[in-house]
């Protein structure tokens, strides 16, 4: 499966971005999608992650309330609605693939996951 992301950019402090997530192919009901980040020097962290055929959603705390996740199955696109942006929130992105073998629930670890985009830099400026 290859990943394209896009919709990064250079926003204000309490701004807005939409990020997007297209696979190459269909998207299988057991996988599971999820976006990533890594700040400069910093570790990659996890921000959130949807379950392809419930739509389950799993956020990390410092993005509740302020991040959505969403998917379009039709579209085999994974979204990241990012509302309320902070300065600390620059990154570049990046989406996955988790195929899921074994049916297990949605995980903020990136070695479960499959396949990665090349990532879409989203700078916040204070």
């Known amino acids: 499966v290859q990943l394209q992301a896009s919709g990064g950019g250079l926003v204000q402090d309490g701004g807005s971005l939409r990020l997007s997530c297209a696979a190459s192919e269909p998207i299988f009901s057991n996988y599971h999608m999820g976006w990533f980040r890594q700040a400069p020097g910093k570790e990659r962290q996890f921000v959130a992650a949807i379950s392809w055929r419930e739509g389950n959603t799993y956020y990390t705390d410092s993005v509740k309330g302020r991040f959505r996740i969403s998917r379009d199955n039709a579209k085999n696109t994974v979204y990241l609605r990012m509302d309320s942006l902070q300065p600390e929130d620059t990154a570049v992105y990046y989406c996955?693939?988790?195929?899921?073998?074994?049916?297990?629930?949605?995980?903020?670890?990136?070695?479960?996951?499959?396949?990665w985009g090349q990532g879409t830099q989203v700078t916040v400026s204070s």
């Open positions: 996955a693939v988790r195929q899921n073998r074994y049916r297990t629930p949605l995980t903020e670890s990136g070695a479960q996951y499959d396949f």
